[in-house]
């Protein structure tokens, strides 16, 4: 069974700047695409920056030039650089990953930004 294990949220000051990880029990390369999504309070997961196994990325518009998905295969992990963060990111963050036709999730780490 595929583990995906995010790290690095917490509490940030709006235009501060948090990493989070992603390890994978597996290597990277096994999957189609990776990303990262989000959920904030009452509003539905959205799609924040993906990055497939080529190495196209995408952005949600709301986060394009202040966030940088990447990777590193010979640590199996994915990052999400969030840096001049607002508010409005404030949200639980989740890293995904697709194989074929399945689709894996991690736990979840929360990203609070308040003054």
């Known amino acids: 069974q595929v583990q995906l294990v995010e790290s690095g949220g917490g509490l940030v000051q709006p235009g501060g700047s948090l990493r989070l990880s992603c390890a994978a029990s597996?290597?990277?390369?096994?999957?189609?695409?990776m990303g990262w999504y989000r959920q904030a309070p009452g509003k539905q997961r959205e799609l924040v920056a993906a990055?497939?196994?080529?190495?196209?990325?995408n952005y949600v518009a709301s986060v394009k030039g202040r966030f940088t998905i990447s990777r590193d295969s010979a640590k199996n992990t994915l990052y999400l650089q969030m840096n001049s963060l607002k508010t409005e990111d404030t949200a639980v963050y989740y890293c995904?990953?697709?194989?074929?036709?399945?689709?894996?999730w991690g736990q979840g780490t929360q990203v609070t930004v308040s003054s």
């Open positions: 995904s990953a697709q194989r074929s036709t399945s689709g894996y």
């Open positions: 990055i497939t196994a080529g190495g196209n990325t």
């Open positions: 597996e290597s990277i390369f096994r999957f189609n695409a």
